[in-house]
C-alpha cells in the first residue's frame, strides 16, 4: 500500500474525539464544535442554527455529527440551514470526523457542526 503524507494547508484537522470532547489540531474543545475554513469554535448545538448560518459563506456544504449514532436532525435546524443554502450530510460524529478531514485534504470548502460522543 502506497502512503500519502497529507498536507491541511492552513485548515485544522480533527486529530481526535472521546466521551465529551473533539481535538483539532491540537487542541482540545470541550463539547460540540463547529469546524469551518474560518476556524473552530464552541457550538451549541441544534439549537443554535444561527452560529451555523453566519458561517454559510464559508463553506459549500456541512458534514452534521449526530452523536455517537446517527439521528435526525431538528426540522427547524435543516429548514434554516437549507435556506441559507447551505447543502447538509447527517452522519454520526465519528464519521463526520474523518469525512471532514478526507474533504479538508482535498483542498474542499467543508464545514463540520459536531456533538460529541
Known sequence: MRMN??????????????????????DVVEGAVLLTPGGVSGWSGFEDA??????????????????????????????????????????????ACRTYNVLLAEGRRVGAAMLPV
Not at 481526535?16 to 483539532?24: I, K, M, T
Open 5 to 26: 503524507e497529507i498536507h491541511f494547508d492552513d485548515s485544522r484537522p480533527v486529530d481526535g474525539y472521546g466521551p465529551g470532547f473533539f481535538r483539532v489540531g491540537g
Open 50 to 95: 444561527a452560529a451555523v448560518v453566519a458561517k454559510a459563506g464559508e463553506v459549500d456544504f456541512l458534514l452534521i455529527g449526530t452523536g455517537a449514532e446517527i439521528a435526525h436532525p431538528p426540522a427547524a435546524f435543516r429548514k434554516a440551514l437549507e435556506g441559507a443554502g447551505i447543502g447538509l450530510e447527517v452522519m454520526a460524529s465519528p464519521a
